[in-house]
């Protein structure tokens, strides 16, 4: 009984005010935050939260918002400590979105610091003799680094719209650099498992092993001596710390000496885009995402969409009639993903009627409650290739309601392999992200068009998916993923439980994830579907196949006082850290 | 003031179990999902499931609060114990998860000695205060009124807890006991955050709080609900902290601490007298033990009817070969909800403090009775809960209670489980002391003088509290568990081991999959008819199992979360903790 007065009492107290209001589509409202009915529960703050895939990189955030920064400094500080403490994806070598909506105008901008093909770059430069894809080069060559965005990309949002100085916000980093920090299972996981990668390279033996030749351990202090080097050089010169001078020569004689493309001028001419933010509408959210080179933003829309036409609340959210909507809804958007997408720069792509109402309720037509449409009957298409998971988000907001969500990446877990030797840091292999072969299938198994051939200064095709879901023109939902082709399904069916289905924004990370990207013709699934969910799904014509875990969204919830972070459990590590008025974080 | 016992690993009962038991199906764990393309090297940490562990190489504590942990895993760092760590993180908890972590309530302290290869029981529980008369609460229709001694001083057991802790660090600990009190005073002095959960818990029990002035202090900041991110200083508690840190449990049980504790409850109109306290003893009991699929199973023996349930629904399983059945679908979940039945409904009957009754634990644990049990479970069909066993009245439990488990770097474990009955127990604070009451008087049954639980002055109450630990086939330490939440303690518990023993999984999938929970009767309300309990699940079962379940016979309803699970499960060299989320706070810290 006492419970039962407990729960009635904070029902009162606590309501969240990112209510869904009752639509056709049948939704629910949310539930309160800290309600004994869901098994999990939000981190909450009152001044602010940062969520990232690492602990100590969301401390760093938490501190520069209590210093106060605002949500952009701590996001920049957050971007450079990631590239310290988590090195198969954190990066300066790399590249990546950040959303930032701005609480004082309202309005949200997407920075694109995706990485661009260097000018040497040509359509057929991972063929080999005989017209075949050499998958090494293609994957872990100095040739399958693209020109790296990512420290473009942070100081350019911290002038814009930080702060505070430069040096302040790269402090933290350079300090985790130089003083090391300890190494946790997951991290020395993650090395060990590309041992052979990581030793292909004295610069990378010297940073990933012992002079023993072992490799670290967890437990162990790592400290990055170098990297603390470069990171100093863009604390005192800015993007020319990185993009010229000494930094910019290391790169280019690596490449020069290991047949990689990228020249001191490639370097030189990078550019961050800003560009429009893609939007759509859902039970009376706003979203705002990434839009193309991202194929993440697009599609995400273009499923919400179809969705809308379906009552997923009444289905409940973990039965087979709710997670058969989905896949269907998700390969008619896979479908389409093959064809339709590129840089926009290089290629028109068809934006709006993808992300149009009229061609979504064409699609929902399409959809048949009992019984899943083949991958064949969508549209032709070719069998698959593995899959990669290695990106990372974080999601950053503070008090005044600034929000921003950020996913950055090397690609492939620590990229392709190659430390710049005296600079310190990984670099990416994104030129897999182009088409090698358009009408081939890329490492993810997606199928890319000519929209997405390799050409000199192009930005290759992410799936990378930062998301804002506003309502009333304030943030609601800051949210976003890794997990190569399935960031996108993965940061929908985040969406999908908090709006749709009224689960508070840790529930919501908590609950098991599907994946079907059309081709192949396979619905993944992670552990947790109930053995009844799996036989219903086979009956309406499913192949399933378990998967490991889908994704890791680091998101914040937001009601206008409150801020709700979830760090996504499937990544050890991860940590949601508040900021309290009081100074100083529990 | 402790009575020894000699100390007696292997019982009777367990033994003639051991003995007799039937061959049991192997453990059949799930089709491991296939590896991603890069499978690691060391499989320590794989991408293939939702929840992992927290992992440790040396020791680990896991606790219902973050802080507590914390400060339990520094004792050990510091070389303290796994006794050591559990008692700091026991004090530690008295200030940081006030609605249940406590010095005024009871508990239960299971200890695994890996030199010895034994397990010590502790019974710390609450005992009925010598002048409490239950004829004065006696109302006009001749019904003893529950609801007039359900919270303030009357409601109060004879507190166990600091004794209980203290009789531990004797046998068992290593570090200096001030040094295990003290994180626990410098926190109460110093004040500690407000988080989330602990407004939350505040606020819900503000009503309750603001009837007594000393709880008024201690709770309310100011007249006002303490909010998110205030601090909470407990000058009091510190005080009582330092007496206990220096004095040891003397203090409380006769000394500076008790003769202030008493004087304040007398003047508020409670019964307990100085005497009591002299009196109570801490009972070493002999550990309830069976084998399950070749694991020993150890839990806590009467005055918990938790453990001998869990025990019993553990024999009654084993003669089904539920790893078999797909793992959260209606078929394992039907066959766990009938045997829950039988459990719950023994668990009602002949069981009560062992000092004062005699207890059919032999015969309840006997593999034929789980023979018998198990013949009456039909798998196409749930059976009726009025056909299950005579009804009794129920008891009011609360799910307020927490739980601890430790393991140090010498493989020793506790699993300790305390409470103060209800969320903030009586809501009474002691006067000047800080030492909030329990309410375990309301766990006796006061109008069935026959039964073993009924009341009688300087008697434990019943309780369900299930500290557990488990070894694996070859004798080594597996896993150490326990949870509150009342009558949900034992099915909880149950379903943690299933997970981990059945299935294979480890223990941070084994914590958050989805409970049930079937309970053998409903609380009355009013003059309605009697209405079976239904089948209880979380919300996180789906609702495709839920029909299945339905067409099985059962009446499903969705309820709040079940138990609050704090496990550590050994595995390949290493220590892997799971804090439940199903509260905010909780964690597991390991070095």
Not at chain 2, 347 to 367: I, K, T, V, Y
């Given at each position: 009984m006492a419970d039962r007065v407990l729960s009635m009492l904070v029902s009162a107290l606590l309501t969240l005010a990112l209510n869904a209001t009752a639509t056709a589509a049948g939704t629910q409202d949310l539930q309160p935050i800290i309600r004994?009915?869901?098994?999990?529960?939000?981190?909450?703050?009152?001044?602010?939260?940062?969520?990232?895939?690492?602990?100590?990189?969301?401390?760093v955030g938490a501190e520069i918002l209590a210093q106060g920064g605002n949500a952009v400094d701590a996001a920049v500080a957050v971007g450079f400590a990631l590239a310290v403490v988590l090195p198969r994806a954190g990066n300066l070598g790399g590249g990546g979105f950040m959303l930032v909506h701005l609480a004082e105008t309202g309005e949200t901008v997407a920075l694109d610091f995706r990485e661009r093909a260097p000018a040497g770059a040509t359509r057929t430069m991972f063929l080999d003799a005989d017209g075949n894809i050499d998958q090494d080069r293609y994957r872990f060559s100095h040739r399958a680094a693209g020109v790296p965005g990512s420290v473009a990309g942070l100081l350019l949002a911290l002038s814009r719209y930080g702060t505070l100085p430069r040096g302040v916000v790269l402090a933290p980093a350079i300090t985790l650099a130089e003083k090391g920090f300890e190494l946790d299972y997951d991290i020395a996981s993650a090395m060990a498992a590309r041992r052979e990668l990581l030793s292909r390279t004295p610069a990378s033996r010297a940073l990933f092993f012992h002079p023993d030749g072992t490799m670290l351990r967890a437990g162990e202090r790592w400290q990055q001596p170098d990297l603390a080097q470069t990171l100093r050089r863009i604390a005192a010169a800015g993007r020319d710390g990185f993009y010229k001078g000494t930094v910019a020569r290391l790169i280019a004689e690596d490449m020069a000496a290991n047949d990689g493309l990228i020249t001191e001028a490639d370097l030189a001419a990078y550019e961050v885009a800003t560009r429009p933010v893609t939007r759509g509408r859902y039970l009376g959210y706003d979203v705002h995402t990434m839009p193309p080179p991202s194929s993440g933003g697009v599609h995400l829309v273009q499923m919400l969409n179809i969705l809308?036409?379906?009552?997923?609340?009444?289905?409940?959210?973990?039965?087979?009639?709710?997670?058969?909507t989905l896949a269907e809804a998700m390969k008619l958007a896979y479908a389409d993903r093959s064809v339709h997408l590129g840089d926009p720069d290089y290629y028109a792509v068809p934006e709006r009627w993808l992300t149009s109402n009229r061609y979504a309720a064409a699609l929902a037509q399409r959809i048949d409650p009992q019984r899943a449409t083949p991958a064949a009957d969508i549209a032709p298409g070719t069998p698959p290739a593995p899959d990669s998971e290695d990106t990372t988000h974080y999601s950053v907001m503070d008090a005044q309601g600034n929000a921003v969500a950020t996913t950055y990446t090397l690609n492939f877990s620590f990229g392709n392999g190659v430390v710049v030797p005296g600079a310190g840091f990984l670099l990416n292999n994104e030129m897999a992200d182009f088409s090698a072969?358009?009408?081939?299938?890329?490492?993810?198994?997606?199928?890319?068009?000519t929209a997405n051939a390799v050409e000199p200064g192009k930005r290759p095709l992410s799936a990378m998916t930062p998301t804002i879901l506003l309502r009333d023109g304030r943030p609601v939902l800051v949210t976003g993923s890794p997990g190569g082709s399935r960031i996108i399904t993965t940061v929908l069916q985040h969406i999908l439980n908090v709006a749709a289905h009224g689960m508070n924004p840790a529930e919501a990370n908590h609950a098991p994830r599907i994946h079907h990207q059309w081709q192949p013709d396979l619905l993944y699934h992670e552990p947790g579907l109930s053995p009844e969910t799996?036989?219903?799904?086979?009956?309406?014509?499913?192949?399933?196949?378990?998967?490991?875990s889908m994704g890791s969204v680091q998101a914040i919830a937001w009601d206008g006082e409150r801020f709700y972070g979830t760090a996504d459990p499937r990544r050890p590590g991860a940590l949601a850290v508040p900021v309290m008025h009081a100074g100083g974080t529990p | 003031m402790i009575e020894r016992r000699p100390l007696r690993p292997w019982p009777f009962t367990a033994f003639a179990v051991l003995l007799f038991m039937t061959a049991c199906t192997g453990r059949a764990p799930e089709t491991p999902p296939p590896a991603g393309e890069q499978p690691a090297t060391t499989a320590i940490v794989q991408y293939d499931k939702i929840h992992h562990p927290q992992l440790a190489q040396r020791g680990i504590v896991v606790s219902q609060n973050a802080r507590a942990s914390q400060i339990g895993q520094a004792i050990l760092a510091r070389g303290g114990n796994a006794t050591d760590a559990a008692i700091a993180t026991a004090f530690a908890l008295a200030v940081t998860l006030p609605r249940a972590g406590n010095l005024g309530g009871s508990g239960f302290y299971l200890g695994y000695e890996r030199s010895r290869g034994s397990i010590t029981a502790l019974d710390f529980r609450?005992?009925?205060?010598?002048?409490?008369?239950?004829?004065?609460?006696?109302?006009?229709d001749g019904i003893i009124d529950r609801a007039r001694f359900r919270f303030g001083p009357i409601s109060a057991g004879v507190p166990g807890t600091v004794a209980g802790l203290h009789e531990?660090?004797?046998?068992?600990?290593?570090?200096?006991?001030?040094?295990?009190?003290?994180?626990?005073?410098?926190?109460?002095?110093?004040?500690?955050?407000?988080?989330?959960?602990?407004?939350?818990?505040?606020?819900?029990?503000?009503?309750?709080?603001?009837?007594?002035?000393?709880?008024?202090?201690?709770?309310?900041?100011?007249?006002?609900?303490?909010?998110?991110?205030?601090?909470?200083?407990?000058?009091?508690?510190?005080?009582?902290?330092?007496?206990?840190?220096?004095?040891?449990?003397?203090?409380?049980?006769?000394?500076?601490?008790?003769?202030?504790?008493?004087?304040?409850?007398?003047?508020?109109?409670?019964?307990?007298q100085l005497s009591d306290l002299t009196r109570y003893r801490v009972r070493e009991r002999d550990t309830l033990s069976t084998r399950y699929r070749d694991h020993e199973v150890f839990s806590m023996p009467p005055v918990s009817g938790g453990g001998a349930t869990l025990l019993q629904m553990l024999n009654i399983l084993s003669h089904f070969e539920l790893g078999t059945l797909p793992r959260g679908?209606?078929?394992?979940?039907?066959?766990?909800?009938?045997?829950?039945?039988?459990?719950?409904?023994?668990?009602?009957?002949?069981?009560?403090?062992?000092?004062?009754?005699?207890?059919?634990?032999?015969?309840?644990?006997?593999?034929?009775?789980?023979?018998?049990?198990?013949?009456?479970?039909?798998?196409?069909?749930?059976?009726?809960?009025?056909k299950v066993q005579p009804l009794l009245p129920p008891l009011p439990e609360s799910r307020d209670t927490t739980h601890l488990s430790v393991v140090d770097s010498d493989g020793n474990a506790v699993a300790l489980t305390y409470t103060l009955g209800y969320s903030f127990g009586s809501g009474y604070v002691a006067g000047d002391t800080g030492i909030l009451l329990d309410n375990q008087m309301l766990n006796f049954y006061y109008d069935e003088p026959t039964h073993a639980n009924a009341f009688a002055p300087g008697k434990r109450m019943m309780s369900t509290m299930s500290p557990t630990i488990v070894l694996d086939p070859q004798g080594q330490l597996f896993l150490v568990t326990g949870t509150p939440g009342g009558s949900r303690i034992v099915n909880a518990v149950l379903q943690i081991l299933v997970n981990a023993i059945d299935y294979g999984l480890d223990i941070a999938s084994a914590t958050q999959a989805p409970r049930i929970h079937q309970n053998w009767q409903a609380a009355p309300s009013g003059d309605a008819p009697w209405q079976p309990p239904a089948l209880q699940v979380e919300r996180t079962l789906s609702r495709d199992v839920r029909k299945a379940l339905e067409a099985l016979g059962h009446r499903v309803e969705t309820t709040q979360t079940i138990g609050s699970t704090q496990s550590i499960m050994v595995r390949g060299g290493h220590l892997e903790g799971a804090a439940d989320t199903r509260r905010p706070d909780a964690r597991a810290a390991g070095y």
């Open positions: 004994y009915e869901s098994p999990y529960h939000p981190v909450v703050g009152t001044r602010g939260m940062v969520v990232s895939q690492k602990a100590l990189a969301s401390q809308s036409h379906f009552p997923l609340a009444d289905m409940g959210p973990r039965t087979a009639a709710r997670y058969h072969k358009p009408g081939e299938p890329d490492p993810f198994g997606l199928i890319g068009g799996r036989a219903k799904l086979e009956a309406f014509g499913h192949t399933l196949q378990l998967r490991t | 609450s005992a009925a205060p010598a002048a409490f008369d239950p004829e004065s609460f006696r109302d006009a531990a660090w004797q046998r068992h600990g290593q570090l200096p006991w001030a040094e295990l009190v003290a994180p626990a005073e410098q926190l109460a002095r110093e004040g500690i955050p407000v988080s989330a959960d602990l407004a939350f818990a505040l606020n819900a029990a503000n009503g309750l709080l603001r009837q007594y002035p000393s709880s008024t202090a201690a709770y309310l900041n100011d007249g006002q609900p303490y909010r998110l991110g205030e601090r909470l200083q407990q000058p009091a508690l510190a005080e009582a902290l330092r007496l206990i840190g220096a004095e040891g449990s003397a203090t409380l049980y006769g000394g500076t601490l008790g003769q202030r504790l008493v004087a304040a409850v007398q003047r508020d109109g409670g019964v307990l679908g209606a078929e394992h979940l039907h066959l766990l909800a009938e045997v829950m039945k039988q459990g719950a409904a023994s668990r009602r009957s002949g069981l009560g403090d062992p000092d004062f009754a005699e207890l059919q634990l032999q015969e309840r644990l006997s593999p034929g009775a789980a023979q018998r049990w198990s013949r009456l479970i039909r798998r196409d069909r749930a059976r009726a809960v009025s």
